[in-house]
């Protein structure tokens, strides 16, 4: 039996582990580093793979015995870093904790500055005084304060942010845009209205190279105890643009309970999107 069409797309690699997605970041350009909740066991779980490859490193990693109340908060290619919370109840972030990004090894904790952001061989940290916010350089190496920035440098540090956000991620070219409030050509359109026909809410699209990518919501029942929720099942397409023709399709959540559509995204040459809050999916164009 033929398993796959030649002329259409394939998964390069899919992730879970326990627990549901709930945030994942890049380790420069080799890895993919994140963590997953279990809501019931309150318990997380850090995870890094190659994006290459899909090869796990961390899986199922439980940090401090699966600490529920720290989070992941930025990558580089060899770092994880992570942030406590101060208490259970209120979401505020202190200390900064440095991981082997491959292993999970913790390499220091820095407990008088949050993360403020990185970039693959600076580490910034920042703080609330009684009068003012006070950011600095903390040494990737040791987690030991390097130097402290005056109010005067703080604008050319938020530049710096700046870019290395956007070496990350290009929100015109790599995330989805509204259909309604960013319509592309008329070809486009119909390739795309011929496909969600019967569709429900607001469809998201991205062009990448030749290649048309969306997801959109299909109504499937009604919740039996209330007829006011409806069901719908989320669905992602991939066209070849040339050729007018779908080459990848696969179900993002089987029955979701709203139609907010923005689960793909694109970065390089590959297309990740996330199904039912426990896959990882990678396609390379």
């Avoid at 019931?40 to 290459?52: A, D, G, N, T």
């Avoid at 693959?120 to 005084?129: C, P, T, V």
């Avoid at 209330?226 to 099942?233: E, V």
Wanted: proline residues 3%; neutral net charge.
């Amino acid at each position: 039996m033929k398993l796959f069409d030649k002329n259409k797309l394939k998964p390069e690699w899919v992730f879970n582990q326990n627990g549901n997605l709930w945030k994942f970041i890049f380790g420069g350009n080799d890895f993919i580093a994140g963590e997953t909740r279990d809501l019931e066991k309150k318990l997380l779980y850090l995870f890094s793979v190659s994006i290459k490859d899909g090869r796990k490193h961390m899986s199922n990693f439980t940090f401090e015995e699966g600490n529920y109340w720290i989070s992941v908060e930025g990558a580089t290619s060899k770092i994880l870093y992570l942030n406590r919370f101060e208490r259970p109840e209120i979401p505020y972030h202190k200390n900064i904790i440095a991981l082997d990004i491959l292993t999970g090894k913790k390499l220091w904790e820095n407990e008088d500055y949050q993360y403020f952001f990185s970039t693959e061989e600076k580490l910034f940290g920042i703080k609330q005084n009684f009068d003012k916010t006070e950011s600095s350089e903390i040494n990737i190496f040791d987690g030991k304060t390097i130097s402290v920035f005056s109010e005067n440098e703080y604008p050319e540090l938020l530049n710096l942010k700046r870019k290395s956000d956007n070496d990350l991620y290009n929100e015109q070219y790599d995330y989805p845009r509204s259909l309604t409030k960013f319509p592309p050509d008329k070809n486009i359109i119909n390739l795309i209205n011929h496909e969600i026909y019967g569709s429900e809410g607001d469809t998201e699209y991205l062009i990448k190279n030749d290649y048309l990518i969306f997801n959109y919501y299909k109504k499937t029942g009604t919740d039996i105890k209330d007829i006011i929720r409806n069901y719908y099942q989320n669905i992602f397409c991939i066209f070849d643009i040339s050729k007018g023709k779908k080459i990848y399709s696969d179900i993002l959540n089987k029955q979701s309970g709203y139609n907010v559509p923005d689960n793909f995204f694109c970065r390089n040459d590959f297309i990740y999107y996330l199904r039912e809050k426990k896959d990882i999916v990678a396609l390379k164009l």
